[in-house]
Every structure is written in structure tokens, then in C-alpha cells.
């Protein structure tokens, strides 16, 4: 009555152990592709802030001339009411 009943057999284990080496060689697999995705879009986000950068640099030299243009028009816009008040 207390004989030891084997769950599975030496066949059964050696067969669940090579389909979990083949499982994990494709999670390797898969973990390498991920890990090389992760490496370019890490040189492609440097080379993103690099460009921003420059449109920064950019836009702040063009929106500085937008300014001066703002302070000339207003500046001429009061001068000709001072003419205007004063005829």
C-alpha cells in the first residue's frame, strides 16, 4: 500500500525539459531583438534632442526680429498719433 507511484516518466521529464530550453532560447532570442530596438530608438532619441535644439536656437533668432518689428510698427504708429494730436 505505500508504494511510490511515479508522476511522470524519465521520458516525459527529459521531453518537458527540452521544451522549456526551446522556450528559453526564444525568449533570448526575442530579449535580443527587444534589447537592440531599445539601443536605437536611445540613438535616435539623442539625435531628436539635437535637432531641437537647433530649431530652438533657431526659432529663437527669428521670433527675436518678429519682436524688433512689433517695437517698429508701434513705434510708428506713435509717431503719427503725436503728429496727429499736435496738428
Same mark, same amino acid.
Given at each position: 500500500?505505500?508504494?511510490?507511484?511515479?508522476?511522470?516518466?524519465?521520458?516525459?521529464?527529459y521531453e518537458m525539459m527540452v521544451d522549456l530550453s526551446k522556450g528559453l532560447e526564444a525568449t533570448n532570442a526575442e530579449m535580443a531583438k527587444t534589447q537592440t530596438m531599445i539601443r536605437d530608438y536611445n540613438g535616435l532619441r539623442g539625435r531628436l534632442d539635437g535637432c531641437e535644439k537647433r530649431l530652438d536656437e533657431i526659432y529663437g533668432q527669428s521670433k527675436g526680429s518678429k519682436d524688433m518689428? !512689433?517695437?517698429?510698427? !508701434? !513705434?510708428? !504708429?506713435?509717431?503719427?498719433?503725436l503728429i496727429s494730436y499736435v496738428m
Open positions: 500500500m505505500t508504494e511510490a507511484k511515479e508522476w511522470y516518466s524519465n521520458k516525459d521529464l518689428w !512689433g517695437y517698429i510698427v !508701434g !513705434g510708428i !504708429g506713435l509717431l503719427l498719433a
